[in-house]
Protein backbone atom coordinates (compact mmCIF):
# COMPACT_ATOMS: atom_id res chain seq x y z
CA UNK A 1 0.00 0.00 0.00
CA UNK A 2 1.35 2.94 -0.77
CA UNK A 3 2.61 5.89 1.92
CA UNK A 4 0.49 8.66 1.50
CA UNK A 5 1.31 10.60 4.98
CA UNK A 6 3.48 13.52 3.31
CA UNK A 7 -0.17 14.74 1.82
CA UNK A 8 -1.65 17.75 3.00
CA UNK A 9 -4.35 17.33 5.08
CA UNK A 10 -5.83 14.49 7.10
CA UNK A 11 -4.82 10.90 6.05
CA UNK A 12 -6.49 7.70 7.29
CA UNK A 13 -7.84 4.44 6.27
CA UNK A 14 -11.34 3.41 6.08
CA UNK A 15 -10.92 -0.87 6.39
CA UNK A 16 -13.16 -1.83 3.25
CA UNK A 17 -14.14 -0.03 0.03
CA UNK A 18 -18.05 -0.20 -0.09
CA UNK A 19 -17.27 0.26 -4.63
CA UNK A 20 -14.78 -2.69 -4.36
CA UNK A 21 -15.10 -5.72 -2.23
CA UNK A 22 -11.93 -6.44 -0.66
CA UNK A 23 -10.89 -3.41 -1.67
CA UNK A 24 -9.24 -0.76 1.32
CA UNK A 25 -9.98 3.23 0.20
CA UNK A 26 -7.50 5.78 1.22
CA UNK A 27 -8.86 9.39 1.96
CA UNK A 28 -5.76 12.33 1.78
CA UNK A 29 -6.60 15.98 1.63
CA UNK A 30 -6.65 16.15 -2.57
CA UNK A 31 -8.68 12.87 -2.79
CA UNK A 32 -9.01 9.11 -2.58
CA UNK A 33 -7.41 6.26 -3.24
CA UNK A 34 -9.02 2.75 -4.18
CA UNK A 35 -6.52 -0.11 -3.99
CA UNK A 36 -7.75 -3.75 -4.28
CA UNK A 37 -6.33 -7.15 -5.48
CA UNK A 38 -8.05 -8.58 -8.55
CA UNK A 39 -9.50 -12.59 -9.29
CA UNK A 40 -6.04 -12.60 -10.72
CA UNK A 41 -3.71 -11.35 -7.48
CA UNK A 42 -3.54 -8.38 -9.45
CA UNK A 43 -3.55 -4.54 -7.75
CA UNK A 44 -5.76 -2.09 -9.20
CA UNK A 45 -5.47 1.02 -8.48
CA UNK A 46 -7.90 4.33 -8.65
CA UNK A 47 -7.36 8.26 -7.48
CA UNK A 48 -10.35 10.55 -7.30
CA UNK A 49 -10.34 13.90 -6.26
CA UNK A 50 -12.22 15.63 -3.92
CA UNK A 51 -12.84 18.85 -6.11
CA UNK A 52 -15.53 18.13 -8.96
CA UNK A 53 -16.96 20.35 -11.44
CA UNK A 54 -19.93 19.17 -13.19
CA UNK A 55 -20.05 15.89 -11.79
CA UNK A 56 -16.55 15.04 -13.23
CA UNK A 57 -13.66 15.14 -10.66
CA UNK A 58 -10.21 17.67 -11.40
CA UNK A 59 -8.43 14.55 -11.64
CA UNK A 60 -8.97 10.52 -12.25
CA UNK A 61 -6.88 7.85 -12.23
CA UNK A 62 -7.09 4.50 -12.52
CA UNK A 63 -4.45 1.16 -13.41
CA UNK A 64 -5.42 -2.60 -13.73
CA UNK A 65 -8.64 -4.53 -14.17
CA UNK A 66 -11.45 -3.66 -11.63
CA UNK A 67 -12.27 -6.54 -9.45
CA UNK A 68 -16.21 -5.91 -9.56
CA UNK A 69 -16.25 -5.23 -12.94
CA UNK A 70 -13.70 -7.46 -14.72
CA UNK A 71 -12.18 -5.09 -17.23
CA UNK A 72 -10.44 -2.03 -17.20
CA UNK A 73 -12.12 0.83 -15.87
CA UNK A 74 -12.65 4.10 -17.97
CA UNK A 75 -10.79 7.06 -15.96
CA UNK A 76 -13.12 10.05 -16.18
CA UNK A 77 -12.45 13.53 -15.25
CA UNK A 78 -11.26 16.84 -15.97
CA UNK A 79 -7.58 15.52 -15.96
CA UNK A 80 -8.31 11.77 -17.07
CA UNK A 81 -5.11 8.83 -17.03
CA UNK A 82 -5.70 5.60 -17.24
CA UNK A 83 -5.51 3.08 -20.47
CA UNK A 84 -8.72 4.17 -21.29
CA UNK A 85 -9.41 7.63 -20.65
CA UNK A 86 -11.98 10.24 -21.39
CA UNK A 87 -11.61 13.77 -20.19
CA UNK A 88 -10.84 17.26 -20.94
CA UNK A 89 -7.31 16.31 -21.00
CA UNK A 90 -6.80 12.67 -21.31
CA UNK A 91 -3.96 10.71 -21.46
CA UNK A 92 -4.27 6.78 -21.86
CA UNK A 93 -3.54 4.08 -24.42
CA UNK A 94 -6.96 5.04 -25.54
CA UNK A 95 -7.61 8.80 -24.92
CA UNK A 96 -10.81 11.07 -26.22
CA UNK A 97 -10.57 15.01 -25.35
CA UNK A 98 -10.13 18.36 -26.31
CA UNK A 99 -6.56 17.52 -25.81
CA UNK A 100 -5.69 14.07 -26.42
CA UNK A 101 -2.60 11.90 -25.84
CA UNK A 102 -2.33 8.35 -26.52
CA UNK A 103 -1.32 5.50 -28.72
CA UNK A 104 -5.07 6.43 -30.22
CA UNK A 105 -5.57 9.78 -29.55
CA UNK A 106 -9.04 11.73 -30.44
CA UNK A 107 -8.89 15.19 -29.67
CA UNK A 108 -10.90 17.93 -30.65
CA UNK A 109 -8.62 20.24 -30.27
CA UNK A 110 -5.08 18.32 -30.48
CA UNK A 111 -4.70 14.63 -30.94
CA UNK A 112 -0.65 13.49 -30.11
CA UNK A 113 -0.17 10.01 -30.73
CA UNK A 114 0.26 6.98 -32.95
CA UNK A 115 -3.03 7.32 -34.31
CA UNK A 116 -4.10 10.78 -33.93
CA UNK A 117 -7.19 13.18 -34.38
CA UNK A 118 -8.24 16.80 -33.70
CA UNK A 119 -8.23 20.66 -35.38
CA UNK A 120 -4.23 19.66 -34.44
CA UNK A 121 -2.94 16.47 -35.28
CA UNK A 122 0.35 14.96 -34.64
CA UNK A 123 1.17 11.53 -34.93
CA UNK A 124 2.57 8.48 -36.86
CA UNK A 125 -0.81 8.65 -38.65
CA UNK A 126 -2.15 12.24 -38.02
CA UNK A 127 -5.68 13.06 -39.28
CA UNK A 128 -6.43 16.96 -38.81
CA UNK A 129 -8.63 19.68 -39.61
CA UNK A 130 -5.96 21.97 -39.76
CA UNK A 131 -2.70 20.94 -39.36
CA UNK A 132 -1.02 17.37 -39.17
CA UNK A 133 2.57 16.45 -38.60
CA UNK A 134 3.01 12.74 -39.07
CA UNK A 135 4.40 10.08 -41.10
CA UNK A 136 1.08 9.90 -42.65
CA UNK A 137 -0.74 13.30 -42.77
CA UNK A 138 -4.01 14.47 -43.65
CA UNK A 139 -5.64 17.98 -43.40
CA UNK A 140 -5.24 21.51 -44.55
CA UNK A 141 -1.70 22.48 -43.80
CA UNK A 142 0.72 18.63 -43.90
CA UNK A 143 4.09 17.84 -42.89
CA UNK A 144 4.54 14.38 -43.72
CA UNK A 145 6.85 11.44 -45.16
CA UNK A 146 3.08 10.68 -47.04
CA UNK A 147 0.61 13.91 -46.81
CA UNK A 148 -3.11 15.31 -48.10
CA UNK A 149 -4.10 18.41 -48.04
CA UNK A 150 -4.25 22.06 -49.06
CA UNK A 151 -0.45 22.79 -48.30
CA UNK A 152 1.38 19.75 -48.58
CA UNK A 153 4.85 19.60 -47.65
CA UNK A 154 6.01 15.73 -47.89
CA UNK A 155 8.33 13.21 -49.57
CA UNK A 156 5.31 12.09 -51.04
CA UNK A 157 2.69 14.60 -51.14
CA UNK A 158 -1.03 14.80 -52.76
CA UNK A 159 -3.19 18.06 -52.57
CA UNK A 160 -3.54 20.86 -54.11
CA UNK A 161 -0.21 22.91 -53.06
CA UNK A 162 2.36 20.06 -52.67
CA UNK A 163 6.33 20.63 -52.47
CA UNK A 164 7.79 16.90 -52.51
CA UNK A 165 10.59 14.88 -54.16
CA UNK A 166 8.82 14.88 -57.18
CA UNK A 167 8.05 18.71 -57.47
CA UNK A 168 7.74 21.85 -55.86
CA UNK A 169 5.11 23.88 -56.51
CA UNK A 170 5.45 27.98 -55.94
CA UNK A 171 2.47 28.35 -53.81
CA UNK A 172 3.69 25.97 -51.57
CA UNK A 173 6.82 27.09 -51.63
CA UNK A 174 6.30 30.70 -50.36
CA UNK A 175 3.64 29.06 -48.04
CA UNK A 176 5.95 26.79 -46.10
CA UNK A 177 9.15 29.20 -46.43
CA UNK A 178 6.88 31.97 -44.76
CA UNK A 179 6.47 29.63 -41.81
CA UNK A 180 10.00 29.63 -41.00
CA UNK A 181 12.12 33.38 -40.73
CA UNK A 182 15.08 31.95 -42.01
Excluded at 129 to 157: D, N
Aim: glycine share 16%.
Amino acid sequence: MPDYSDMPGETFQIEQSPLIPDGDLTETGYGIWQTAINSKGKIYREFRTHIEFLGWPLLNYTQGIHPKLGKRKTAMGWIAIGRKAIGVVAIGHAAMGIIAIGQLAIGILLGLGQLATGIVALGQVAIAVYFSMGQVGYGQIVIAQFGYGKYVLAQFGWGEHVWDIRGVSPVAQKFFRGLWPF
